[in-house]
């Protein structure tokens, strides 16, 4: 029972740390959502019963190249990313969140 419980508390950690790499207009922050995505992907592989896949992931992905992306951000000095106004980019937004809900609303209802 608790594991049930625990792979869904770190799915949804898993999905609002992804939502926080897309909507993050600074790369850093961006970049360390990332991290706490894969770190939650390995606890999800450890729940699932493989231990050396979610070693993996973390010594490799969340290490080693998460490392080396931060390593990059700051040499660079890449700035956050400044607000623009246009009113085309929130109409395609809709349209495909629409889309979306749609495409989604076939899937469960035809299933």
Same mark, same amino acid.
């Given at each position: 029972?608790?594991?049930?419980?625990?792979?869904?508390?770190?799915?949804?950690?898993?999905?609002?740390?992804?939502?926080?790499?897309?909507?993050?207009?600074?790369?850093?922050?961006?970049?360390?959502?990332?991290?706490?995505?894969?770190?939650?992907?390995?606890?999800?592989?450890?729940?699932?019963?493989?231990?050396?896949?979610?070693?993996?992931?973390?010594?490799?992905?969340?290490?080693?190249?998460?490392?080396?992306?931060?390593?990059?951000?700051?040499? *660079?000095?890449?700035?956050?990313?400044?607000?623009?106004?246009?009113?085309?980019?929130?109409?395609?937004?809709?349209? *495909?969140?629409?889309?979306?809900?749609?495409?989604?609303?076939?899937?469960?209802?035809?299933?």
């Amino acid at each position: 029972m608790i594991t049930v419980v625990l792979f869904y508390v770190f799915a949804a950690l898993a999905v609002a740390s992804a939502l926080v790499v897309v909507a993050q207009r600074n790369p850093i922050y961006s970049a360390f959502g990332l991290i706490v995505t894969l770190c939650s992907m390995a606890a999800i592989f450890g729940l699932l019963g493989s231990p050396f896949i979610a070693a993996l992931q973390v010594v490799v992905c969340a290490g080693a190249i998460m490392v080396l992306f931060l390593f990059v951000l700051m040499l *660079l000095g890449v700035k956050s990313e400044d607000r623009t106004s246009g009113s085309t980019l929130k109409g395609v937004a809709t349209a *495909l969140a629409l889309a979306l809900a749609l495409e989604i609303g076939v899937v469960l209802l035809g299933a």
